[in-house]
């Protein structure tokens, strides 16, 4: 069941006694915050629900200067271990979620294309956008601001702020700008490994001092506990279910996994007029949509109330419906 979350609007009354009159006021949400060092003017959405996340902007560094080795030297990673993968220009990059836990972002390069590798451990949203403006690269960084619990990364050419599900500016300069979704694949390193053998690996010197083995949010993923106020809860799976999104031509669907493993590993659905795949691995719990040509389209894998606080409208694939 579907419920949505009231903004509540403070207000007051108050009575002036003496004089016989009541006067009612209230208080009305500026249009303009300054919240982490970013004055917010007008944002495309409730300047009331953008929340600070705890870090103060950069308190999260992004990594500027990825460097990386090859597949075969990377003995930080174990088969099991969880990995954004990306293709992209003859070049295969492996990014080790347990370090974009700590870093969010990740400002890199596929030969000439400039892209920014994302990732919100709140949301499960690894996400991978191109980042040129007018043929220019733009740099990304946290912010340490949080819609829908999800990151508002910011631009450091303009500092505006880009809901990362949405993949849109909301505020500043640049507000209403989208970025490209590129595909990318959130699976294990076994599973990417025997598809990419020649993949380069983030590294772990990444000039911070971090401790990769540890996760900063223990027991977060099985937890039905969500850290920050939502707009929109659904409950008719856990909150944090893998779920695989894809927006296309204007359709919006959303495939649980829970049902991806009912349904098999190949699923032909339709998307509007469009005949998609839908390709899912329980082994390495992870799924993929390619269209009819068997060429991937960008999708998002997130936890189950994430895509639903940003989609409530979005259609969901059930193994019934087959």
Not at 86 to 96: D, F, K, M
Not at 174 to 180: H, S, V
């Amino acid at each position: 069941m579907l419920k949505s979350r009231s903004r509540i609007k403070a207000g007051f009354i108050r009575q002036l006694v003496g004089i016989g009159c009541l006067v009612v006021s209230s208080f009305v949400f500026a249009e303009t915050l300054t919240i982490n060092g970013f004055k917010i003017e007008s944002p495309l959405i409730p300047a009331d629900e953008i929340l600070r996340g705890g870090p103060p902007r950069d308190g999260i560094p992004s990594i500027d200067s990825p460097r990386f080795v090859a597949a075969y030297e990377a003995d930080h990673l174990t088969p099991d271990d969880r990995i954004l993968g990306v293709s992209l220009n003859g070049i295969q990059r492996a990014y080790p979620i347990r370090i974009l836990n700590y870093h969010e972002i990740v400002n890199d390069r596929f030969g000439e294309q400039a892209v920014v590798v994302s990732f919100c451990p709140l949301c499960g949203t690894g996400m991978v956008f191109g980042r040129e403006f007018k043929g220019k690269p733009v740099e990304f960084g946290v912010s340490g601001l949080l819609y829908n619990s999800d990151l508002l990364m910011y631009d450091r050419h303009t500092e505006s702020l880009w809901s990362q599900i949405e993949g849109k500016a909301v505020a500043g300069p640049l507000k209403g700008e989208e970025l490209e979704l590129l595909p990318a694949q959130h699976t294990t390193w076994e599973a990417w490994l025997e598809q990419h053998p020649k993949s380069q690996v983030l590294s772990m010197h990444t000039g911070f001092h971090r401790d990769y083995s540890r996760s900063p949010y223990p027991g977060y993923e099985a937890s039905e506990y969500v850290y920050f106020p939502i707009s929109n809860v659904d409950r008719r799976y856990h909150p944090k279910e893998p779920v695989l999104g894809i927006r296309l031509n204007g359709e919006v669907k959303v495939y649980p996994f829970q049902e991806l493993r009912a349904a098999g590993a190949r699923i032909e659905d339709q998307l509007g007029e469009q005949a998609i795949l839908i390709s899912y691995d329980d082994a390495s719990q992870s799924a993929r949509a390619l269209d009819q040509e068997g060429q991937e389209l960008p999708s998002i894998m997130a936890f189950w109330f994430a895509w639903m606080t940003f989609h409530p409208d979005s259609q969901v694939f059930t193994a019934k419906s087959l």
